[in-house]
């Protein structure tokens, strides 16, 4: 059985009287993907932001393989192996895509590679996300999908051992979101890079997670396999509503 990657216990997160986190705790295991779902306002992206480092917690404990990294800073949190994407791509456009990816690798790991080590990463990256690596490859004319691969190109340079997704599949067609949702699966099988994916498209993620963990109110409501949490009453009352029918058929065709 693989380990625990990461262990996060009572994470909380007050701004002022607000408690956008409340005691969440899970466990991630080597080589898993997880699903962080829930409505809007639900605590994902703060949950998401401690662990990678942009936010403080207020109490509780983030461990990745046993050495706490919650509190630290997001560039150290990075060079201990997790890398993310945001939701909104910005790169930089008078970089070609190489370029931009190369920044990636040589800023992002610990022991910085060297110039030439870190291009050989970026057209890794590049190349792992359908995307061209030649040196003249630009940014400009790239569309939705391609600027969330880009996105995803710029984390995975950083040579991660877990990768947070931060809703990879906003602004794309049901052709795109499937090939991404796709291509996250096949990077955890190549890299095995383990994932949290934060997403609000629920046909797409429940596809590729192995587990998903479901917030309300900034507190855990449920957590288990797709079709455990698909089947929750208190998942379709909050969060699934009308769509609970649809999304379980999904994942019943996955299954068989």
């Given at each position: 059985m693989p380990g625990h990657l990461l262990s996060v216990r009572d994470l909380t997160k007050a701004f002022g009287g607000f408690v956008a986190v409340n005691r969440v705790s899970f466990e991630l295991a080597?080589?898993?993907?997880?699903?962080?779902?829930?409505?809007n306002g639900s605590g994902k992206s703060t949950?998401?932001?401690?662990i990678a480092g942009a936010l403080a917690p207020t109490s509780g404990s983030i461990r990745l393989r046993e050495r706490e990294i919650?509190?630290?800073?997001?560039?150290?949190?990075?060079?201990m192996g997790v890398?993310?994407?945001?939701?909104?791509?910005?790169?930089?456009?008078?970089?070609?895509l190489v370029e931009n990816v190369a920044l990636a690798a040589y800023y992002g790991q610990e022991r910085r590679p060297g110039r030439e080590r870190a291009y050989a990463q970026a057209r890794e990256a590049l190349e792992l996300v359908n995307l061209p690596s030649e040196p003249l490859a630009r940014v400009d004319g790239l569309g939705a999908a391609g600027l969330k691969k880009l996105e995803l190109a710029r984390a995975l340079a950083t040579q991660p051992r877990l990768l947070l997704a931060d809703e990879s599949l906003g602004g794309l067609d049901e052709t795109e979101m499937?090939?991404?949702?796709?291509?996250?699966?096949?990077?955890?099988?190549?890299r095995g890079v383990t994932?949290?994916?934060v997403e609000h498209i629920m046909g797409a993620?429940?596809?590729?997670?192995?587990?998903?963990?479901?917030?309300?109110h900034g507190e855990v409501i449920a957590a288990g396999k797709p079709h455990e949490v698909a089947h929750d009453p208190k998942v379709i009352e909050v969060y699934?509503?009308?769509?609970?029918?649809?999304?379980?058929?999904?994942?019943?065709?996955?299954?068989?």
């Open positions: 080597e080589g898993e993907i997880l699903g962080l779902i829930g409505p949950t998401f932001n401690l919650g509190g630290l800073y997001a560039d150290r949190v990075a060079h890398g993310r994407t945001f939701q909104i791509p910005r790169p930089f456009r008078k970089l070609s499937n090939q991404a949702a796709d291509m996250l699966s096949g990077i955890r099988d190549k994932i949290i994916w993620l429940m596809r590729v997670v192995d587990r998903c963990v479901v917030l309300d699934l509503g009308t769509d609970a029918a649809q999304v379980q058929a999904n994942i019943a065709a996955r299954e068989t």
